[in-house]
């Protein structure tokens, strides 16, 4: 190409760039926006790499997910969010149909994480997944007495059994897959029976559940696995000494699996940064940032290629639960129906 002709093409397009109102940002200005639900040491680990390797400031928005979802809906095309992570796929269902994210395709995104663990569509993909599994006393329990979720509602357990609220999404979500697996009519039996052996009336998150049992409140508790390691792994010995007062079970071995939630992440539907908002999807789905997520969070890393962390390790591989995660979200409107009527508060 001859220099005037080069020289000509340049100016065009300098011109047309700066006609568009446009100006060229600079690594120091470049952003993303966050809206995340999570609160974990790892979480800022990972946002802190990102900056350091790509030059883009993380901006951090955190709350609650019905709080964030809810602020997504009030701003609207003028919200400066980039990115929803959340946990639970019960609240990516919902802010997916409230038409709060967009779909994204990426290679990259599609070879790290396998199609169990997306939204079809691309409108969310998972950041690792956790089991909800029966913690139970060491001391009191034998494990081979329960082998189901099922298990929990024999009167054995009358005034024995620890879980969160009816308030909450583990639980609205696990409801969800027991309906999806043995209808409504069962899953409020179900439901009825975990109030009717309830140790006391549901309060606290799922580390105070553990700690209950540690205190002789009850001996049997529903949690999430990764509150077992961040409670084994607690600087504070009170905490260690919960965590290691329980075993893990993993129901539902011989049938349907163990119920299993994600955490993930979507782009927002108006989201002002997009190409940096699927480069942090990216980042965070690599084996790199997937192995700190387990060895710091003791979250199951949805990469395969990273490793468990080795107090998963030790618990052994299981059968999950192969409901799709977004019929989880489906079926929460009626899982919160049967709560109500089960009485659980």
């Not at 027991?178 to 409020?188: S, T, V, W």
């Not at 539902?252 to 939630?261: F, K, M, S, V």
């Not at 989201?271 to 908002?277: F, G, I, L, R, T």
Request: hydrophobic content about 35%; aromatic content about 8%.
């Amino acid at each position: 190409m001859k220099t005037t002709l080069r020289f000509g093409l340049i100016l065009s397009l300098t011109t047309l760039f700066f006609a568009c109102g446009e100006s060229p940002k600079s690594k120091s200005e470049e952003v993303v926006n966050v809206y995340t639900h999570r609160h974990y040491k790892a979480d800022d680990e990972l946002f802190s790499q990102f900056t350091e390797e790509t030059g883009i400031k993380v901006n951090i928005v955190n709350a609650s997910a019905d709080e964030l979802i809810q602020r997504l809906e009030t701003e609207g095309a003028d919200s400066k969010a980039d990115i929803l992570i959340t946990v639970d796929a019960g609240r990516l269902y919902r802010a997916q149909s409230k038409d709060l994210l967009q779909p994204v395709s990426s290679e990259i995104l599609e070879a790290n994480i396998a199609p169990e663990f997306r939204e079809k569509e691309g409108h969310w993909y998972g950041m690792t997944y956790r089991a909800r599994i029966i913690a139970y006393a060491k001391d009191r329990v034998d494990p081979e007495e329960i082998k189901t979720y099922e298990d929990l509602t024999d009167p054995k357990w009358e005034d024995k059994v620890l879980i969160r609220s009816s308030e909450n999404i583990y639980n609205q979500s696990l409801l969800a897959s027991i309906i999806l697996a043995e209808g409504e009519e069962k899953a409020k039996a179900w439901a009825e029976g975990i109030v009717a052996n309830m140790a006391r009336d549901p309060k606290g998150g799922d580390r105070d559940q553990v700690k209950a049992i540690a205190s002789g409140e009850g001996d049997v508790a529903v949690v999430n696995t990764y509150y077992i390691g961040l409670l084994l792994n607690d600087e504070n010995e009170e905490e260690r000494k919960a965590g290691e007062s329980v075993g893990v079970i993993f129901p539902n071995q011989d049938g349907r699996g163990t119920h299993i939630n994600i955490s993930g992440i979507g782009v927002t539907k108006h989201a002002p940064n997009k190409e940096n908002a699927i480069a942090l999807m990216e980042f965070l789905s690599e084996e790199k940032a997937q192995q700190t997520l387990a060895n710091v969070n003791y979250e199951y890393p949805i990469n395969p290629k990273a490793e468990k962390a080795s107090i998963l390790k030790t618990w052994g591989d299981f059968k999950t639960d192969s409901v799709p995660f977004s019929k989880l979200g489906e079926y929460n409107s009626q899982a919160v129906k049967i709560f109500d009527e089960a009485g659980w508060k």
